[in-house]
């Protein structure tokens, strides 16, 4: 049998260590510290409200905590995106660290959608 893949709140606490980890790479300049600081803000808040829709006191606040979650992994691609596009740093982890954020975007949209109850299938 294949191991399971991790689920959406592993994922991204393993994101958020990942992210931590990267922070020290970025320049210690003005606009390198101004995006470090939203980058480790928006990406370790995606696994705490992930953590806090697991604890969700109804279905409505499972969607609004889930969809906190997914705003976070948005505003987290934004800033991965400025920081290559500025050249601020420039290897392949942070091409790996868009992608993975683009993969959990996708996984908590879906997971809002279906919740919903808007899902095709």
Aim: glycine fraction near 4%; charged fraction near 30%; charge should be positive.
């Amino acid at each position: 049998m294949a191991d399971k893949p991790p689920d959406i709140r592993e994922r991204t606490f393993q994101f958020s260590m990942e992210i931590i980890k990267y922070i020290e790479k970025i320049p210690h300049t003005r606009a390198g510290n101004a995006i470090a600081n939203q980058l480790i803000r928006s990406a370790t808040s995606i696994g705490a409200n992930a953590q806090e829709a697991l604890a969700a006191s109804s279905k409505a606040d499972f969607i609004y905590k889930t969809n906190i979650a997914l705003r976070e992994a948005r505003e987290t691609q934004y800033w991965i995106r400025l920081l290559k596009e500025s050249n601020l740093v420039s290897d392949k982890e942070i091409e790996t660290l868009f992608q993975e954020s683009d993969e959990i975007t996708r996984i908590l949209g879906a997971i809002v959608s279906t919740a919903r109850g808007k899902r095709k299938t």
